[in-house]
């Protein structure tokens, strides 16, 4: 795809922050404001380091597994350095581990990023052998989630903290939230504020609320055995389980491919009764899926874009891809840019807000790769090239108001700039 010499420049000045935000085994989402080591953020930060150095992208994924919690989890932070400049710090989260970590997970994206890296491996041996090295705690992680968020054998699965969906502030946590108590949370000084504008960023009424349950857990001895029904806040994302799915698939399909049967036939097994049960979170109304509030019992009714990535995991039939991609265009008619992270027209949807309507790169990949996928290619073509536009007018931020582009957040942002170099490589989507 890289044809210009526009690109060219494009695809060196993305590569030139992955190497700033480089902590050597590791990288920083972004300086001052995301100072460690992030799940999910690291996972597609690989996928960027790929195209510079194979042995560094997979050191990333070696050093965020060296982290995995004994029962399978793979936590959401890693605390490699003291840093005062990000709240709540290990302090707060007390989860006793030896290099500290927070106690909850996030999106697992792992398991596709892992096929990625082997697929697309120059140096097919050595990443076959590190993918063999680590598919098994892939698994571990994957057989944590079903056994641990979906103790009912639903087929899907639940986070338990706004933080775990990776779409921290959504509308779709509005409702569910509002159950979550604040007494007692204390006072707290939060340091996101202190690096961005506090109207890009989650409300105080949340973040109390996040500490809440970040307390609350801490109280159970962050023992995943007891959180689930213990949590007052547990909602099924059809966004998180699709990225599951897609991992699981991946994980199967490379097991098989490196003569682990074992591993494949489990992988395969989970991802049946999760395809069925993602169906019935449909909205035929909205055109896409809808969260379900686990604990209440009911659909949540908001039109974000975690119910339109069941495209990353091919979920449904051609029908339903075909209704996803119409719902992505009739959100785009009424804004600039694709894909913002909230139906425009619903009212509550906010152009600056963090995962309240924002563009976000990284959700733009995953939906044009399942776009393609499902062979919508005009459609994805689209996504991508709203997405490069992003970022040639407006650099390498964390997110993008979708009305005029401006950026968002932090700057200089390291998984916004792995994306860009996957758009931009020939490999790329
Ligand atoms: C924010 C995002 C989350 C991301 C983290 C680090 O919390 O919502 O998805 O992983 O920042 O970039």
Not at 52 to 60: G, V
Not at 147 to 167: F, M
Not at 218 to 247: C, E, M, Q, T, Y
Not at 270 to 284: D, I, K, P, Q, Y
Request: glycine share 8%; hydrophobic share 40%; proline share 7%.
């Amino acid at each position: 795809m890289m044809s210009s010499p526009s690109d060219r420049s494009l695809f060196d000045a993305a590569a030139a922050i992955l190497r700033e935000n480089d902590r050597g085994t590791y990288t920083v989402p972004a300086k001052g404001l995301y100072p460690f080591q992030w799940n999910w953020d690291s996972c597609l930060t690989a996928l960027g380091e790929r195209h510079l150095d194979e042995r560094r992208a997979w050191l990333e994924i070696e050093t965020l597994l060296a982290h995995q919690w004994p029962d399978g989890m793979v936590p959401h932070i890693v605390f490699h350095a003291t840093d005062e400049g990000y709240f709540p710090g290990p302090a707060v989260w007390a989860t006793g581990r030896a290099t500290p970590t927070s106690g909850i997970t996030q999106p697992p994206v792992l398991g596709f990023v892992l096929q990625r890296l082997c697929a697309e491996a120059q140096d097919r041996a050595f990443a076959q052998n590190r993918a063999r090295a680590l598919m098994p705690k892939v698994a571990a992680w994957h057989r944590w989630f079903y056994a641990n968020r979906d103790p009912k054998r639903t087929g899907l699965v639940a986070i338990l903290h706004p933080w775990e969906s990776g779409r921290d502030n959504s509308i779709d946590w509005d409702a569910p939230l509002a159950a979550v108590p604040t007494e007692g949370v204390g006072e707290y000084r939060r340091r996101d504020t202190q690096h961005v504008d506090p109207a890009q960023r989650p409300t105080k009424g949340e973040y109390d609320r996040y500490l809440w349950l970040v307390q609350h857990f801490r109280g159970l001895d962050w023992d995943n055995a007891k959180l689930h029904d213990a949590s007052p806040f547990r909602v099924v994302d059809p966004g998180f389980n699709a990225i599951l799915i897609r991992s699981e698939e991946a994980l199967g399909e490379l097991a098989e491919g490196l003569g682990e049967p074992a591993i494949a036939a489990a992988a395969r097994e989970r991802t049946v009764a999760a395809r069925a049960a993602l169906e019935m979170l449909w909205s035929e109304s909205h055109g896409q899926y809808l969260c379900f509030d686990r604990v209440t019992g009911k659909r949540i009714d908001s039109p974000s874009v975690g119910g339109l990535l069941p495209l990353f995991a091919n979920v449904g039939d051609a029908e339903r891809s075909a209704r996803l991609a119409a719902t992505i265009r009739s959100w785009r008619s009424r804004t600039a840019y694709g894909v913002p992270s909230h139906s425009p027209a619903d009212p509550r949807f906010e152009r600056k807000r963090y995962w309240r309507g924002p563009c976000w790169l990284i959700v733009n990949y995953m939906i044009a790769d399942g776009l393609s996928r499902s062979g919508l290619k005009e459609h994805a073509a689209e996504v991508v090239a709203h997405s490069l536009a992003l970022i040639r007018h407006s650099g390498f931020a964390e997110y993008y108001d979708p009305l005029d582009g401006t950026p968002l957040g932090g700057r200089r942002f390291t998984w916004t700039a792995a994306m860009a170099m996957e758009f931009l490589a020939p490999a790329g989507v």
